[in-house]
């Protein structure tokens, strides 16, 4: 399952990236494989996302968001 | 001043970071440039209590060494570079005490460039907050480094941080974090071998950042390739494994330090600010009232200190004619150089007022939520979510807006945003379209309630926007990024603005803007002067002499000394460029008088409506005369009025599309240091400018 399908308020557990290059920015900012990530809004028009992980809110392009699989 | 030290400042963003900065040296800042890159250079000084010196440079906020952006790229080229003047003795790095984790990823890859190190742990009241206890003993201990703990906000530890700084070592005595070398060993020991570089971890770099570092000649930066070709490195998967080593070991640093509180998971405030602020109706009213405000303040508000300035400088002009002894010096200090002056300073309002509200929206945390609602919008046309601030500004001046584009992180966003601000009606084409406007659009309604001037005016409005927004689609598809544009960005908690960083930024921006953009507005405008206050020849003596002669003495004064300014102005060197530039605006409709004002009004574009009121030698107090004259005004050759339908529209879209400003030529120099951004500029918008005047007039005529 990616990142991008999971619906406002759901969590998920990050397993693995699908895109090298933006995995190395992901995990800079705290999106590690094992963390847990919570949708905490979707932006009015439906894209971008925010995300709430390992204490604090990223917001990231749903096309960014498919590269991260969850558990 | 010679200082003893170089300290550099190292963190995340949203740290605190420039508020510490801040703390540190006061008002004792300079900003200056970085070579290649925009992110201005902040260096400060600092007096140790010892009396000693210390030099504090600010870097730009980063997540990692590894650069996603060109500014970001600054931080490692400081740091590593030997022969960089700047690099630090002492790098003192902001930790978030309530992000500890993601915050120490930079820490570890900056102490393992084994420069001396600082910890100062800003934040420690907000963690306190959240439950989460440091053991600073502990956590000094393990990272073999000093840890002070501060609060930047509240101005508290920075004399202990003043006071660590002043005892720092000259050795890095950092523990090491993780094993550097296991990441590519033959690689890292060739680098070194071959490159004389001592330090491992320094090595690597080099095989990620050659590419892009200036301080390695291209000789070395292809033996690097080749190095990586010969032992398959791949920089990508090797960050990866490096990121993910890093974060094991800052695991396992936080389980010994520090400890989170298990605190029942409560909705925060920041989360209940979010849902209005971003709520699908009620954030974009609220963002629209919001713009509507800032945009009301710099286009209204503003005018009055404007006015304030600008009658300052009358006076002062006038002033000085009178204590000055009559001559070219005087006039040209008096008219040239104040004039330009006054042009500078009739700015500082406007960029106060605009960066009071920027500094303030970015400090509360609510800009990166504009960025986030705007984002899909504005993405699909090559701008960004932060551009929506300087296109809006730009209905009232481009100058505060374009500086205002600072906050954009992309850089292609940033240069699409700058290169289209300018096309956004700012209020010194109102002025212009007013004037032109009235001459020839009838003032009667139409379907009752509609002024048929009104719509004229709205329509130059929505049309400056439609056109902005094309372009800036245009460029998306030809500017060319280097950087891979992502939108992983942090939304921060909401926090009140601390005013004393909204003083300094509306401060220091009118400063540089002063000093750094100001030479070049005063110089173009002291041009201009002179080229309408000077004539080839003995031409001026000879309109002199002509109304001495006793047929004129019947006129009255004024309307004598508004017909010679008329006469002036014509055969003054501006006058004779307007007759050269006449055979290349004849397809747009203009004569060479219109030429004049062309060539008059690139100083700012609200002084065509003065320059037509001396060419047709009317009274710029009275309006209504101006007009009057201009309506009566005939083209010798045809006897036909020279201000028709299309004349009058066709000289709206040359002031809608054309550069004619210098300040935001300069300003544009200024915020892209490359001459190429504002002449390409320059270039566009004049051959746009061009072609839709030319359309328009054939079209109507």
Same mark, same amino acid.
């Given at each position: 399952?990616?990142?991008?399908q999971?619906?406002?308020?759901?969590?998920?557990?990050?397993?693995?990236?699908?895109?090298?290059?933006?995995?190395?920015?992901?995990?800079?900012?705290?999106?590690?494989?094992?963390?847990?990530?919570t949708?905490?809004?979707?932006?009015?028009?439906?894209?971008?996302?925010?995300?709430?992980v390992?204490?604090?809110?990223?917001?990231?392009?749903?096309?960014?968001?498919?590269t991260?699989i969850l558990? | 001043?010679?200082?003893?030290?170089?300290v550099?400042?190292?963190?995340?963003?949203n740290t605190?970071?420039?508020?510490l900065? *801040?703390?540190?040296?006061?008002?004792?800042q300079?900003?200056g440039?970085?070579?290649?890159?925009?992110?201005?250079?902040?260096?400060?000084?600092?007096?140790? /209590?010892?009396?000693?010196?210390?030099?504090?440079?600010?870097l730009?906020?980063?997540?990692?060494l590894?650069?996603?952006?060109?500014?970001?790229?600054?931080?490692f080229?400081?740091?590593?570079?030997?022969s960089n003047p700047l690099?630090p003795?002492?790098?003192?790095i902001?930790?978030?005490?309530s992000?500890?984790?993601?915050?120490l990823?930079?820490?570890?890859?900056v102490?393992?460039?084994?420069?001396p190190?600082?910890?100062?742990?800003?934040?420690?009241?907000l963690?306190k907050?959240?439950?989460i206890?440091?053991?600073?003993?502990?956590?000094?201990?393990k990272?073999?480094?000093?840890?002070?703990?501060? #609060?930047?906000?509240?101005?508290?530890?920075?004399?202990?941080?003043k006071?660590?700084?002043s005892?720092?070592?000259?050795?890095?005595?950092?523990?090491d974090?993780?094993?550097?070398?296991?990441l590519a060993p033959?690689?890292?020991?060739q680098?070194?071998?071959e490159?004389?570089?001592? *330090?491992?971890?320094?090595?690597l770099q080099?095989?990620?950042?050659?590419?892009?570092?200036?301080f390695?000649s291209?000789?070395e930066?292809?033996r690097?390739?080749?190095?990586?070709?010969?032992?398959?490195?791949?920089s990508s998967?090797?960050?990866?494994?490096e990121?993910?080593a890093?974060?094991?070991f800052i695991?396992d640093?936080?389980?010994d330090?520090?400890?989170?509180?298990?605190?029942?998971?409560?909705?925060?405030?920041?989360?209940?600010?979010?849902?209005?602020?971003?709520?699908?109706?009620?954030?974009?009213?609220?963002?629209?009232?919001?713009?509507l405000?800032?945009?009301? #303040?710099?286009f209204?508000?503003s005018?009055?200190?404007?006015q304030?300035?600008a009658?300052?400088?009358v006076?002062a002009?006038? %002033?000085?004619?009178?204590?000055?002894?009559?001559?070219?010096?005087? /006039?040209?200090?008096?008219?040239g150089?104040?004039g330009?002056?006054?042009?500078?300073?009739?700015f500082?309002?406007?960029?106060?007022?605009?960066?009071?509200?920027? %500094?303030?929206?970015e400090?509360?945390?609510?800009?990166?939520?504009?960025?986030?609602m705007?984002?899909?919008?504005?993405r699909?046309?090559?701008?960004?979510?932060?551009?929506v601030?300087?296109?809006?500004?730009?209905f009232?001046?481009?100058?505060?807006?374009?500086?205002?584009?600072? *906050?954009?992180?992309?850089?292609?966003?940033?240069?699409?945003t700058?290169?289209?601000?300018?096309?956004?009606?700012?209020s010194?084409?109102?002025?212009?379209?007013?004037?032109?406007?009235?001459?020839v659009?009838? *003032?009667?309604n139409?379907?009752?309630i509609f002024n048929?001037?009104?719509?004229?005016?709205?329509?130059?409005?929505?049309?400056?926007l439609? #056109?902005?927004?094309?372009?800036?689609?245009?460029?998306?598809?030809?500017?060319?990024?280097?950087?891979?544009?992502y939108?992983i960005?942090e939304?921060?908690?909401?926090?009140m603005?601390?005013?004393?960083?909204v003083?300094h930024?509306?401060?220091?921006r009118?400063?540089?803007?002063?000093?750094?953009?100001?030479?070049?507005?005063?110089?173009?405008?002291? =041009?201009?002067w002179?080229l309408? #206050?000077?004539?080839p020849g003995?031409?001026f003596?000879?309109i002199d002499?002509?109304?001495?002669q006793?047929?004129?003495?019947?006129?009255?004064?004024?309307?004598?000394q508004?017909?010679?300014?008329?006469?002036?102005?014509?055969?003054?060197?501006?006058g004779?460029?307007?007759?050269?530039?006449?055979p290349?605006?004849?397809p747009?409709?203009f004569?060479?008088k219109?030429?004049?004002a062309?060539?008059?009004?690139?100083?700012?574009?609200?002084?065509? =409506?003065?320059?037509?009121?001396?060419?047709?030698?009317?009274?710029?107090?009275?309006?209504?005369?101006?007009?009057?004259?201009?309506?009566?005004?005939?083209?010798?050759e045809?006897?036909?009025?020279?201000?028709?339908?299309?004349?009058?529209?066709?000289?709206?879209?040359?002031?809608?599309?054309a550069?004619?400003?210098a300040s935001?030529v300069?300003?544009?120099y200024?915020?892209?240091?490359?001459?190429?951004?504002?002449?390409?500029?320059?270039?566009?918008?004049?051959?746009?400018?061009?072609?839709?005047?030319?359309?328009?007039?054939?079209?109507?005529?």
């Open positions: 399952m990616k990142l991008s999971l619906e406002v308020g759901e969590t998920g557990i990050v397993k693995e990236f699908t895109d090298l290059e933006m995995s190395v920015k992901l995990m800079e900012m705290g999106c590690l494989p094992g963390e847990q990530i949708v905490s809004r979707i932006a009015p028009l439906g894209d971008p996302i925010a995300i709430h390992s204490g604090y809110q990223l917001s990231l392009r749903k096309r960014e968001a498919s991260i558990h | 001043m010679k200082t003893d030290i170089k550099a400042l190292v963190g995340n963003p605190g970071k420039s508020t900065f *801040n703390a540190l040296t006061g008002l004792n300079k900003i440039n970085f070579p290649g890159v925009t992110v201005d250079k902040k260096t400060g000084i600092l007096e140790l /209590n010892d009396g000693r010196y210390a030099e504090v440079i600010d730009p906020g980063t997540y990692s590894y650069p996603k952006s060109r500014d970001e790229s600054i931080v080229s400081v740091l590593a570079d030997k690099r003795d002492l790098v003192v902001i930790l978030d005490a992000n500890l984790k993601r915050n990823l930079l820490y570890t890859q102490a393992d460039l084994k420069i190190v600082i910890v100062a742990l800003n934040m420690m009241d963690a907050k959240s439950g206890t440091i053991d600073v003993n502990a956590f000094a201990q990272l073999g480094v000093p840890v002070v703990p501060i #609060s930047a906000r509240k101005m508290e530890g920075i004399d202990k941080l006071e660590a700084i005892h720092a070592n000259k050795i890095a005595l950092q523990a974090t993780i094993d550097v070398e296991a033959q690689l890292i020991a680098i070194s071998d490159m004389q570089v001592d *330090n491992p971890y320094f090595a080099l095989a990620h950042q050659h590419e892009t570092l200036k390695l291209p000789a930066s292809d690097i390739e080749e190095l990586e070709h010969e032992h398959s490195f791949h998967k090797a960050q990866a494994s990121t993910i890093r974060y094991s695991n640093l936080l389980y330090t520090v400890h989170q509180k298990a605190t029942a998971h409560e909705e925060t405030l920041s989360n209940k600010i979010d849902k209005v602020l971003t709520h699908k109706t009620f954030g974009f009213i609220i963002f629209f009232a919001i713009l405000f800032i945009f009301q #303040s710099i209204a508000w005018a009055y200190p404007m304030l300035i009658d300052l400088f006076w002009e006038a %002033s000085l004619h009178k204590l000055l002894p009559p001559g070219p010096l005087t /006039n040209l200090v008096a008219d150089i104040l330009g002056l006054s042009g500078v300073m009739v500082i309002p406007q960029i106060a007022i605009l960066f009071g509200f920027i %500094s303030i929206l400090d509360t945390g609510y800009m990166s939520r504009v960025t986030f705007m984002d899909r919008i504005m699909k046309v090559g701008l960004n979510g932060k551009s601030v300087p296109l809006i500004g730009g009232a001046c481009a100058v505060p807006s374009i500086m205002a584009t600072r *906050n954009i992180e992309n850089w292609k966003d940033r240069m699409i700058i290169m289209v601000t300018p096309l956004v009606t700012c010194a084409r109102l002025p212009v379209y007013t004037l032109l406007i009235a001459l659009v009838p *003032n009667r139409v379907w009752w048929l001037q009104g719509l004229a005016l709205t329509g130059m409005y929505i049309f400056s439609i #056109s902005a927004v094309t372009v800036a689609f245009v460029m998306k598809q030809i500017i060319k990024a280097r950087e891979r544009g939108f960005m939304l921060p908690v909401y926090r603005p601390r005013w004393k960083n003083g930024s509306m401060y220091e009118a400063k540089t803007f002063v000093l750094q953009a100001g030479k070049v507005i005063i110089a173009i405008s002291v =041009v201009l002179v309408k #206050s000077y004539a003995d031409r003596e000879h002499k002509k109304y001495e006793p047929q004129y003495s019947g006129m009255n004064a004024e309307d004598k508004l017909a010679i300014s008329s006469e002036k102005l014509e055969d003054s060197y501006a004779v460029l307007g007759h050269v530039i006449e290349v605006i004849k747009l409709g004569d060479w219109i030429g004049i062309l060539i008059t009004s690139f100083v700012a574009r609200e002084v065509f =409506v003065g320059s037509m009121a001396t060419i047709y030698s009317g009274n710029e107090e009275k309006i209504e005369s101006v007009q009057q004259k201009m309506h009566d005004a005939k083209n010798p045809t006897g036909q009025p020279v201000f028709t339908v299309a004349v009058a529209f066709s000289l709206m879209m040359f002031y809608a599309f550069m004619q400003c935001t300069a300003v544009v200024r915020e892209t240091k490359d001459w190429r951004w504002p002449a390409t500029q320059f270039a566009y918008m004049t051959a746009m400018a061009y072609l839709a005047s030319f359309i328009t007039y054939h079209l109507l005529r």
